[in-house]
């Protein structure tokens, strides 16, 4: 196995930065339920002026937490779209099978593609299955902080 860097493509960097801004949106969704949750109680009921300050209050508390939860659980995400980087690492394709595998919900099973490469079974696509051949180079893309896996790639082994 070998590990190097490389540079994001631009569709690679695109799905980052979209998926940096469904975060974004869920911790907007996240603080537009808190409110409804916190709206829908207080016209439930006869609450005091009191009640309604500390409610508030809650509501202040758990956004500034969402946001600060976001910001927090997205900086390895940003910093990947900042550097342009990318991790890629390199196995050797020793074999390659598939079997059947019980699918539950679907009412039969499923036909699973693997490769196995220094004692790693990884599961693919039939597609990838179809192009790999034993003594090819299984390469898997993924980004360097978040470690968010971006694509899967074979380089065919030039030796024959």
Not at 53 to 65: D, G, R, T
Not at 83 to 107: M, Q, R
Request: glycine share 6%; charged share 30%; no cysteine.
């Amino acid at each position: 196995m070998k590990k190097y860097l490389s540079t994001l493509s631009d569709i690679e960097l695109i799905k980052l930065k979209r998926d940096l801004k469904q975060k974004y949106v869920t911790a907007g969704l996240s603080i537009l339920a808190v409110g409804i949750l916190i709206h829908v109680i207080l016209l439930s009921g006869d609450y005091k002026e009191k009640t309604i300050i500390m409610s508030e209050f809650f509501f202040l508390i758990a956004s500034v937490f969402i946001i600060l939860l976001t910001i927090y659980l997205s900086k390895d995400l940003k910093s990947d779209i900042n550097e342009g980087s990318k991790t890629l690492v390199e196995f050797h394709i020793e074999n390659k099978g598939y079997y059947e595998d019980d699918e539950p919900g679907i009412g039969g099973s499923v036909t699973r593609y693997f490769i196995l490469s220094e004692g790693e079974k990884i599961i693919v696509d039939k597609i990838l299955f179809d192009k790999a051949e034993k003594g090819d180079t299984l390469i898997r893309h993924f980004s360097t902080n978040e470690l968010e896996f971006l694509k899967y790639e074979i380089r065919k082994n030039n030796s024959t």
